[in-house]
């Protein structure tokens, strides 16, 4: 029993790190409606410069700040340099330049930090939290974060007039524009924050998996997989649906399948959302007039 | 009334450079075909084994192009069907004796089978989900692989050896001269039922499925069964392939049916051009040619040479969106026509 609960835990600490990214994934699918196949080699990006800075003596929480600030430029860049000019391309040719950008940061962080794994601290004192046995405390951190993460998400886009300008460019951007919301720059925004982000699942993913340049190929995976089964347009349901992602894949790990191919838990769920409940558990489904 | 008078001239102009480019086309075959045919009688027995990795890859990316480029599906995980070719191939050969050639056709009925399966479900997702469902059979095709149940079968992480085959009927032929050669018969047979495949009827059809789905099912266009066709019939190309590869290579192991391998496919087609059948032989001769030349030059660049062909490629697939979007074959179809209007003067009407 608590091996299981075990389990369970550290499947919610994983999941937390999923949804993070799955929240980063839906800022840009609400805004676009397109999914950012790059975001975890983004994350993976930002981990290494957080990883850099510490290495040459920053303190941690510093290094933590100043990576967030860092991604959050880099995404609001890459959007205006490389996204912006496809704009009103098919959805091929994006993904395609995704493709092209996840292979980018790959093959740099390669070249620049090299292949070999690296070991990333955590920034959580090594005792464990109120004397429980279940979770380590990086993993109770995680968590944590992980909720500070959902909590100032929801209140910059409920209670700030930017969030609420990013709502509207997203739900109707010609009348945003009406308005005077400056949409384009409402996209970089979201690109910014959604790397941003994406570097927070990225720190706290790297102490768990290590640090190499292909850290974020899978939990990438579970991040869709997240976001597909809890809606794609909907924030709360991709976070919920990463952090059952999280705890489906531990327990179906240990349990079901063996650990050597939990990522295909994440194609079954994958396939088996889109085909069964296309919109997912919380999503609107969508009507198209023909 | 200009329109009237100018139209006869037009269409004389342009009936004039298609026969020109017609004869241009047959002239480039030919071409083709000599340097195809006389290739194993000069180069090395490793370049022959590079050459016949290319005919390998021009299968797989003419399948993928099928699929993505004539019929607008998006595949980012060929590398799974490839996958599954060479290993229907490898186990077929070492577990129930087959010979070696009677397993190409099979392991590409098995991957149409795969492929029609993996498309059934295929058929209810739009281009970006099937994108994401199609990535995710990408990444997770390597830990399938080594799966410890499937291990009597697959040989693991350690996969399966296969013997080099022969040339039969006591041809005076090298191993290596007899495996370019059977990878040429099945690419020009492939190459062949593609080009037959995408002019005809069904291509028309899977085409219209690509650009207007709605209008296309007003016409009468069964899209659910073209769609799950297009699938499986672009799995067999990449079956066909990849039990060509495990032949050549002779010998298969998970490792090499990554993400990468993948997205390699990708970038083949988008070098070579979107919707052309002979441009995926520029794709193929890319992506064989330029991870090698980055090998080359790890002495230069020391250990990080292993991020070239990824930067390479990355770079690639952006720019070519930007610049060229239509690729190679897009290049050398509009090119001369450019090249006629730069240098022929202006006629003055």
Redesign the interface.
């Known amino acids: 029993m608590s091996a299981l609960l075990h389990q369970i835990f550290s499947g919610l600490a994983m999941g937390g790190i999923y949804a993070i990214l799955a929240l980063a994934l839906v800022m840009i699918y609400q805004a676009t409606h397109l999914v950012n196949f790059a975001q975890g080699e983004m994350a993976m990006f930002s981990t290494y410069v957080a990883w850099e800075m510490i290495d040459s003596g920053m303190p941690y929480w510093a290094a933590f700040a100043l990576t967030i600030v860092l991604s959050f430029i880099g995404g609001m860049l890459i959007e205006r340099i490389v996204i912006r000019p496809f704009a009103h391309a098919p959805v091929l040719t994006i993904v395609i330049v995704f493709i092209g950008l996840l292979l980018i940061f790959n093959s740099v962080a390669g070249w620049r930090y090299s292949y070999t794994i690296k070991t990333f601290d955590s920034p959580f004192p090594d005792k464990r939290w109120f004397g429980n046995t279940l979770m380590s405390s990086h993993e109770s951190g995680a968590i944590l974060v992980t909720f500070a993460v959902l909590a100032l998400v929801y209140a910059f886009f409920r209670f700030t007039p930017l969030g609420l300008a990013m709502r509207a460019a997203a739900q109707n951007p010609a009348s945003s524009r009406l308005v005077g919301i400056r949409v384009g720059w409402m996209l970089a925004i979201g690109w910014g924050l959604a790397a941003a982000i994406g570097a927070v699942a990225g720190m706290m993913a790297a102490p768990i998996v290590y640090l190499d340049p292909n850290m974020m190929l899978g939990i990438l995976l579970y991040a869709f997989a997240g976001a597909v089964l809890g809606g794609i347009d909907n924030p709360w349901g991709a976070a919920i649906g990463g952090f059952t992602v999280g705890v489906l894949e531990n327990i179906a790990g240990a349990y079901v399948v063996g650990p050597e191919i939990k990522l295909s838990v994440a194609l079954v769920i994958i396939v088996g959302v889109l085909v069964v409940r296309p919109s997912g558990l919380f999503g609107r489904t969508l009507v198209t007039r023909v | 009334m200009t329109l009237a008078n100018d139209t006869p001239t037009a269409l004389s102009a342009a009936a004039i450079a298609q026969a020109g480019s017609r004869r241009l086309q047959r002239l480039a075959m030919g071409v083709f075909c000599i340097f195809a045919l006389g290739l194993p009688f000069v180069a090395s027995g490793y370049h022959l084994f590079q050459f016949a990795q290319v005919l390998i890859y021009a299968i797989a990316l003419l399948g993928l192009n099928i699929l993505?480029g004539y019929n607008?599906q998006?595949s980012?995980g060929h590398g799974a069907f490839y996958a599954i070719g060479g290993y229907a191939m490898a186990i077929l050969a070492t577990k129930f004796d087959v010979p070696y050639w009677a397993t190409i056709p099979v392991s590409g009925l098995i991957c149409f089978v795969a492929g029609f399966l993996f498309g059934l479900?295929a058929l209810?997702?739009?281009?970006?989900?099937l994108?994401?469902?199609t990535?995710?059979?990408a990444?997770?095709t390597p830990?399938?692989l080594?799966?410890?149940g499937f291990d009597a079968w697959t040989g693991g992480s350690q996969g399966l050896q296969l013997g080099k085959p022969h040339a039969p009927f006591a041809l005076p032929l090298t191993s290596d001269q007899w495996l370019y050669f059977l990878c040429l018969v099945c690419a020009a047979l492939m190459f062949w039922a593609a080009a037959n495949l995408v002019r005809g009827r069904i291509g028309r059809a899977i085409i219209a499925i690509r650009d207007h789905p709605?209008a296309a099912e007003t016409m009468g266009i069964n899209i659910s069964f073209y769609k799950a066709m297009c699938f499986g019939v672009s799995a067999l190309y990449a079956g066909v392939a990849g039990a060509l590869g495990s032949i050549v290579v002779g010998f298969i192991s998970p490792d090499s049916f990554g993400?990468f391998l993948s997205?390699s496919f990708?970038v083949g087609i988008?070098v070579g051009g979107?919707a052309s059948i002979w441009g995926v032989l520029f794709g193929a001769l890319f992506i064989e040619f330029v991870p090698n030349y980055a090998d080359q030059l790890s002495d230069l660049f020391g250990?990080?040479a292993?991020?070239?062909?990824?930067?390479i490629?990355?770079?690639?697939?952006?720019g070519l969106?930007?610049l060229m979007?239509t690729g190679v074959a897009g290049v050398i179809r509009t090119a001369p026509g450019l090249l006629s209007r730069l240098f022929s003067r202006p006629k003055r009407v």
Request: charged letters at 10%; aromatic letters at 10%.
């Open positions: 993505t607008g998006i980012l479900p209810r997702l739009g281009g970006l989900y994108a994401l469902a990535f995710a059979l990444v997770a830990q399938l080594n799966y410890r709605i993400l997205l990708l988008v979107l250990e990080s292993k991020a070239l062909p990824g930067a490629y990355g770079i690639l697939l952006i969106m930007y979007p």
